[in-house]
């Protein structure tokens, strides 16, 4: 049977076995999927242990797509621009990585969500891995403007700059949570690690233009400090970062078994459980 794996520290709270799980029933594919814990300074030897007793590919989430990165020989252009790896395969040519994070989200957001990312204006913030990882994607999808907003200031210019030559047509813009009083977006997204410790971050009041949709990619939490202050500020929609979840997890499934498993039920089932409903 093809083995394939979630690698992280921690990792027992991990959904990926329970989705991939159910997109094998689905597609009538025949594999174990199984959460491996990985210690702290022994990412490498887990992947090498995993691949050496038949694992055909593993997920990888904190704290090691960065080391996932530096293990794969053959990368994703999305995962080059990512700088970070979350999807691994493994075939007779080694070690592939692929970073399926910005897909998911663009893929909720248009498909899911039914919210077309083209010709809209996007709000997207923080500047660390997060933002990083789906920059690329959200460019693919042809915005009118993607403005990038973080405490740190110089980290969101130096991101912008680093994907400026790959915008097309879209302006990007950087700047810090002040500088965007007056401007209004259709989608903003939260990247930020303030959902994590319960806080949303400092946004002027006024972002959300009519019909606008708030998007946390922290997802299991209820109304994450960011969502209950978008709904204040007038955001029209809200969405956490469930969809996201799923969506990456079909585009593991897909690189590895070349068949795209349907995503709602899949996302129904996980929501019922995780809202206990």
């Given at each position: 049977?093809?083995?394939?794996?979630?690698?992280?520290?921690?990792?027992?709270?991990?959904?990926?076995?329970?989705?991939?799980?159910?997109?094998?029933?689905?597609?009538?594919?025949t594999l174990a999927y199984?959460?491996?814990?990985?210690?702290?300074?022994?990412?490498?030897?887990?992947?090498?242990?995993?691949?050496?007793?038949?694992?055909?590919?593993?997920?990888?989430?904190?704290?090691?797509?960065?080391?996932?990165?530096?293990?794969?020989?053959?990368?994703?252009?999305?995962?080059?621009?990512?700088?970070?790896?979350?999807?691994?395969?493994?075939?007779?040519?080694?070690?592939?990585?692929?970073?399926?994070?910005?897909?998911?989200l663009v893929r909720d957001?248009?498909?899911?969500?039914?919210?077309?990312?083209?010709?809209?204006?996007?709000?997207?913030?923080?500047?660390?891995?997060?933002?990083?990882?789906?920059?690329?994607?959200?460019?693919?999808?042809?915005?009118?403007?993607?403005?990038?907003?973080?405490?740190?200031?110089?980290?969101?210019?130096?991101?912008?700059?680093?994907?400026?030559?790959?915008?097309?047509?879209?302006?990007?813009?950087?700047?810090?949570?002040?500088?965007?009083?007056?401007a209004q977006f259709d989608?903003?997204?939260?990247?930020?690690?303030?959902?994590?410790?319960?806080?949303?971050?400092?946004?002027?009041?006024?972002?959300?233009?009519?019909?606008?949709?708030?998007?946390?990619?922290?997802?299991?939490?209820?109304?994450?400090?960011?969502?209950?202050?978008?709904?204040?500020?007038?955001?029209?929609?809200?969405?956490?970062?469930?969809?996201?979840?799923?969506?990456?997890?079909?585009?593991?499934?897909?690189?590895?078994?070349?068949?795209?498993?349907?995503?709602?039920?899949?996302?129904?089932?996980?929501?019922?459980?995780?809202?206990?409903?």
């Open positions: 049977m093809d083995r394939y794996a979630v690698i992280g520290n921690p990792v027992a709270h991990s959904k990926s076995p329970t989705i991939h799980a159910a997109f094998a029933a689905q597609t009538g594919q199984e959460a491996l814990l990985a210690p702290l300074d022994g990412f490498a030897a887990t992947v090498a242990a995993f691949r050496a007793a038949g694992g055909r590919g593993c997920n990888v989430t904190v704290p090691f797509k960065l080391e996932a990165f530096a293990l794969a020989e053959r990368r994703s252009p999305r995962a080059q621009a990512a700088g970070a790896v979350n999807t691994l395969k493994f075939d007779a040519d080694g070690i592939y990585g692929d970073n399926t994070d910005g897909a998911g957001l248009t498909h899911n969500l039914d919210c077309p990312l083209a010709g809209r204006r996007i709000l997207l913030l923080g500047a660390g891995g997060a933002a990083r990882g789906v920059m690329l994607p959200l460019l693919a999808a042809a915005p009118a403007r993607l403005t990038l907003a973080n405490r740190t200031v110089a980290r969101a210019e130096a991101l912008v700059a680093e994907f400026a030559a790959g915008a097309g047509n879209t302006p990007l813009a950087a700047g810090g949570f002040t500088d965007l009083a007056g989608v903003v997204i939260n990247a930020t690690a303030a959902s994590l410790a319960d806080e949303a971050p400092p946004l002027p009041p006024g972002l959300y233009a009519p019909g606008a949709l708030a998007y946390d990619m922290m997802y299991g939490r209820g109304d994450t400090a960011f969502l209950a202050a978008a709904r204040r500020d007038g955001a029209a929609r809200l969405a956490d970062g469930l969809g996201m979840l799923v969506e990456q997890a079909a585009e593991s499934f897909l690189l590895w078994r070349d068949v795209r498993p349907e995503t709602a039920p899949v996302l129904t089932e996980l929501r019922r459980q995780i809202e206990g409903r």
